[in-house]
């Protein structure tokens, strides 16, 4: 078989021949039953509606001065603060692409100083200098870090699954280079109990060192972002390894390490911001002294614990609500029963806790604790209450989800002042993940992840901390941040009116026949080619469609438009899936990305995919237009 295809740039594995202003490219595929078969000839080319907008800015020209550019980029593009200088920059960077592709073309040295209907276009396509997000720190970083989503990861030491995969430095260090911004430990005594490890309790995980763990998050903490690092800590130690914890933390961590002092603590109304924590590193359990006390009290509801010892849930705190105990019971014996669990930060059995009731906690441990994990007696309401100090709860996901069905406002005016985690339930024991919105519609500052896992979760959690610059920090919109009051509460399942409309228009795609071999999709043939556009946010937005099938094509043209009606697009994330239709058996993965619509650029936009770790690849790009109504 030979394919023939058309680009701006040629494929691999073929022959390439000089076609006027375009680059023609023959692949060839082996042949079938001795049949060739010359496929349909597709050309790059510039959009109808990018021809128009040209026109319209070029005054019916064929060229754009650097002044009428500025007016495209200004009203069209919807570029902010962008100047008349910028302008220039920009058709220097065209000049510049048009003489490497001329000299790779035709080796002519054209130097006008006006661009180009297919200038704009070749620069359109390449998404460093169009990409479709803001790509800077925009939000208001000096408010408490309870009015923030925060990029967090859940047993971020582990390399694989939660039951039998290695304990390493590693999987920390690539969360951080992502911008992962808050880090668990599952600190345990040594065998011979005189030192400390970071393991999963209870499993078969090989252990790693925790004077890694923490030099790592030293080296590495403030690569992708200046916005502090928070340290979360499952705490199994003796008092005498907590000492030597809070000693290896003060002299790895330096000046770096922040904690209030005491008298600060009492009189704390709010959380330090991220502005005032720039370059800093928190670190986030019980205190130990509170976890004791709070054992004293049992109320029947303890059940066996691996070792034949006994262990209070460490959701007790989540609901006084039968329905909600019973879930609890269920995914503990089940954590029990697959021989690992994930417990809330610091429970540890009752019986070990009964041995220390009398030692006295070390002081150094008590005070590097900046953010308190704690939880209140009674009803969840109680437990919910916002008055007194400042802490934080750690919950599953099966817990926030009973909770929410009745204490939905309660949640969310508790996360306004206060932190709310939310962890993977025991079960997921392959390292999955759940969909981060379970936590994000109510307020919950830390979803966590687990980020060596794959799936449309982990898309959906990596597109929204690609918001604001990437650092990490999203700012929490104001609908979960306003005063509650009884008669105007806000309710997340609740239909709402429609704020705005999300236009996009999905042209093209290109660069797969760049960053996969010819065969990679099909033996026999160019891919068929489609895409699935999808709105995932507060219930009432959630939608999905999907563009045409392009056969047998390298260079698939769609030009396919869709409307997405949002009722609060500062949650709304916009998913994007590219896949190969495969006739018979499940269609092929060839490219996602997930971007937060409250970020999107107005106009034509360049917008790269990336592979189903979330890495981007090289050359694979849609060209997309975004319009809001």
């Known amino acids: 078989m030979h394919y023939i295809s058309a680009s701006f740039r040629g494929t691999h594995g073929g022959e390439e021949r000089d076609m006027g202003n375009k680059m023609v490219t023959y692949n060839k595929y082996k042949s079938f039953l001795f049949f060739i078969k010359k496929y349909k000839l597709t050309e790059l080319v510039p959009p109808e509606d990018l021809k128009e907008v040209f026109s319209k800015f070029a005054g019916g020209g064929s060229h754009m001065s650097v002044e009428q550019l500025y007016q495209f980029l200004v009203e069209h593009q919807g570029e902010e603060n962008f100047t008349l200088s910028d302008s220039e920059k920009i058709v220097d960077k065209v000049l510049q692409l048009r003489r490497t592709h001329q000299e790779t073309v035709h080796g002519d040295q054209n130097r006008e100083t006006e661009i180009t209907l297919d200038d704009i276009f070749r620069f359109f396509l390449l998404d460093e200098f169009n990409s479709p997000s803001k790509t800077e720190v925009h939000h208001d970083m000096n408010a408490p870090l309870s009015h923030y989503f925060i990029y967090t990861g859940h047993n971020s030491y582990l390399t694989g699954n939660q039951l039998s995969s290695d304990c390493s430095e590693e999987p920390i260090i690539k969360a951080l280079q992502r911008g992962v911004r808050v880090i668990e430990l599952d600190l345990w005594p040594t065998t011979n109990k005189d030192d400390i490890k970071v393991d999963h309790g209870w499993t078969l995980t090989n252990p790693v060192s925790p004077i890694k763990c923490l030099e790592s998050i030293k080296k590495y903490g403030f690569v992708a972002s200046q916005y502090p690092v928070i ?30 002092q ?9 959380f330090p911001s991220p502005e005032s924590l720039k370059n800093r590193v928190i670190i986030s359990t019980k205190p130990p002294k509170e976890r004791f006390e709070s054992n004293r009290i049992k109320d029947n509801r303890n059940y066996p614990a691996l070792d034949g010892s006994s262990t209070e849930s460490s959701e007790d705190e989540s609901s006084g609500k039968e329905s909600l105990d019973s879930t609890i019971e269920v995914e503990i014996k089940s954590t029990v029963k697959n021989n690992g669990r994930d417990r809330d930060e610091g429970d540890t059995s009752s019986c070990e806790c009964d041995r220390r009731l009398s030692q006295e906690c070390s002081p150094d441990y008590r005070t590097i604790i900046t953010i308190h994990n704690k939880k209140l007696k ?6 919910l209450k916002t008055d007194g100090e400042l802490r934080r709860l750690s919950w599953s996901e099966t817990t926030l989800e009973k909770a929410s069905e009745s204490h939905g406002t309660d949640i969310i005016r508790f996360t306004q002042k206060n932190i709310l985690r939310v962890y993977p339930r025991a079960t997921r024991v392959k390292s999955t993940n759940f969909k981060p919105h379970l936590g994000w519609m109510y307020g919950a500052q830390m979803v966590a992840f687990n980020m060596q896992g794959l799936g449309k979760s982990l898309w959906l ?20 941040m306003q005063k509650l009051q009884c008669d105007n509460e806000f309710d997340p399942k609740m239909i709402m009116p429609v704020k705005k409309t999300l236009k996009l228009k999905i042209y093209m795609g290109h660069g797969w026949s760049l960053d996969f071999s010819p065969t990679h999709f099909d033996m026999f043939s160019p891919p068929d080619f489609y895409t699935k556009v999808s709105i995932v946010g507060m219930p009432a937005d959630v939608a999905k469609k999907k563009t045409k099938v392009i056969m047998d094509n390298w260079f698939p043209v769609w030009n396919e438009e869709f409307e997405f009606p949002l009722t609060v697009p500062e949650l709304a994330l916009l998913q994007i899936q590219v896949k190969d239709k495969d006739q018979g058996g499940k269609d092929d993965f060839a490219g996602q990305t997930c971007l937060p619509v409250s970020e999107l650029k107005l106009g034509f936009r360049s917008v790269p995919l990336y592979n189903e770790k979330g890495e981007q690849f090289k050359s694979v790009k849609l060209l997309m237009r975004f319009q809001f109504e």
């Not at 000492?243 to 000046?255: D, L, N, V």
């Not at 901390?465 to 979960?480: H, M, S, T, W």
């Open 262 to 270: 005491p008298e600060e603590c009492l009189s704390l109304t709010e």
């Open 461 to 480: 959690m990596q597109g929204m901390f690609r918001a604001n610059g990437g650092c990490g920090y999203v700012k929490k919109p104001e609908i979960l």
């Open 378 to 383: 009674g009803s969840l309401k109680d437990k």
């Open 231 to 260: 340290i979360t800590i499952e705490d199994h130690l003796t008092e005498e390894l907590r000492a030597k914890f809070a000693e290896m933390a003060t002299q790895i961590f330096g000046e770096i390490l922040y904690y209030p």
